[in-house]
């Protein structure tokens, strides 16, 4: 059985498709971006400002699935510059401690929605 979940914690889809889909014990979580979800703005200051807004979206998301941090199994990081890389590392290091890290893979790219610097998108676990 398939569930769809969205939480107004998190942006809502700016497209056609969900904040997260649930299949038995499996959540899978669309690419977020840095919207604040209590202004609809994007955050820009910087990559770091930036990386915070999308890891506390996508902490949001699994919380609303019944999911968390620690259950998350996988997840690709998109920049626009690898040049990012390191200080990006360092932000998401507060939110994936190293006992508990997913799988990851980190890919350059050209352009992002909204002309973003950074995306992630996810997969976990409910149990």
């Given at each position: 059985m398939k569930t769809i979940v969205n939480t107004p914690a998190a942006p809502m889809p700016i497209g056609p498709y969900n904040q997260s889909v649930v299949i038995g014990q499996l959540v899978f979580i669309s690419g977020q971006i840095a919207?604040?979800?209590?202004?609809?703005?994007?955050?820009?200051?910087?990559?770091?400002?930036?990386?915070?807004?999308?890891?506390?979206?996508?902490k949001a998301i699994l919380e609303a699935t019944g999911s968390s941090l620690e259950k998350v199994a996988k997840v690709t990081v998109f920049v626009k510059d690898m040049n990012m890389f390191g200080r990006i590392n360092t932000v998401y290091a507060e939110y994936f401690q190293a006992e508990f890290a997913p799988?990851?893979?980190?890919?350059?790219?050209?352009?992002?929605?909204?002309?973003?610097?950074?995306e992630i998108s996810a997969i976990a676990h409910t149990t």
């Open positions: 919207i604040d979800p209590s202004t609809d703005e994007l955050v820009l200051d910087n990559i770091e400002a930036e990386t915070h807004q999308v890891l506390k979206n996508l799988a990851r893979e980190l890919v350059q790219v050209s352009e992002l929605p909204k002309f973003v610097n950074i």
